[in-house]
């Protein structure tokens, strides 16, 4: 098995996602222990955004605020499907909390819902969601 990031390179569709992780630093603390739960946009979800968000946030002078939104993309330890399903909130990484529902069989964290759930790794585990979610 490997870790967060080297799954996440493998996957292909993450491209995006692992070039701001490191822009912001943040390479080695997702290669780390862990254990961590990753909701990781795919490179449709940073497509989406608004033109230009993207190359702005990777900009060096942007680094603590790309950290704070990847940030709020990470949750402390391991927290699979079965157990997501049955909470209605998380705190992030980053100290803010996202919100999880479940309708109609799908599972939302904020606006964005996740499309593969349980990739498990040696830190950690990745959920796939469709949309970049966006601290308070």
Do not use: R, W
């Amino acid at each position: 098995m490997a870790d967060i990031v080297d799954t996440a390179v493998a996957a292909g569709s993450f491209k995006t996602l692992t070039a701001a992780v490191g822009a912001a630093g943040l390479i080695e603390t997702l290669k780390g222990l862990g254990p961590f739960t990753v909701f990781a946009p795919t490179d449709d979800a940073f497509a989406a955004l608004p033109a230009g968000t993207v190359e702005g946030l990777v900009k060096p002078e942007a680094k603590s605020t790309l950290a704070g939104i990847l940030t709020y993309h990470v949750v402390a330890g391991k927290v699979t499907a079965a157990e997501v399903v049955k909470l209605t909130s998380a705190k992030t990484v980053n100290g803010q909390s996202v919100a999880i529902a479940v309708k109609d069989g799908k599972v939302t964290i904020d606006n964005a819902t996740v499309v593969t759930a349980d990739i498990i790794c040696d830190n950690g585990v990745i959920h796939v969601i469709d949309k970049v979610i966006m601290p308070k």
